[in-house]
């Protein structure tokens, strides 16, 4: 199997994963089971954080730059609102698990 499409699968789990975790926290919090909303959340931030150290990875092993032209420029833009995205919610559920 071709390593790209190795790599394709490895983060349609890992981000299939992360939204069971978050899923599974908020039935609890529905629940009413609060530990096991704060694990749901809890690890959900953990895989959240791994992520964004893999795009990180994945920006400095790109063969180009932003710079490059219309490709370098298309990567960049729209991993960068992919990592945005991420990002954000991350700092989002750190704030509100200390609201608990």
């Known amino acids: 199997?071709?390593?790209?499409?190795?790599?394709?699968?490895?983060?349609?789990?890992?981000?299939?994963?992360?939204?069971?975790?978050?899923?599974?926290?908020?039935?609890?919090?529905?629940?009413?089971?609060r530990k096991a909303a704060i694990d749901g959340v809890i690890l959900t931030i953990i895989l959240a954080v791994i992520f964004t150290a893999l795009q990180y990875f994945e920006y400095s092993e790109a063969g180009f730059t932003i710079s490059d032209g219309v490709y370098g420029s298309a990567f960049y833009a729209s991993t960068g609102l992919h990592g945005l995205i991420t990002i954000v919610p991350i700092k989002f559920k750190n704030k509100n698990m200390f609201i608990f």
Do not use: Q
Not at 3 to 32: D, P, S
């Open 1 to 33: 199997m071709d390593i790209r499409k190795e790599k394709i699968y490895f983060y349609l789990f890992y981000i299939v994963g992360e939204w069971a975790f978050i899923t599974c926290g908020h039935h609890a919090l529905i629940a009413g089971n």
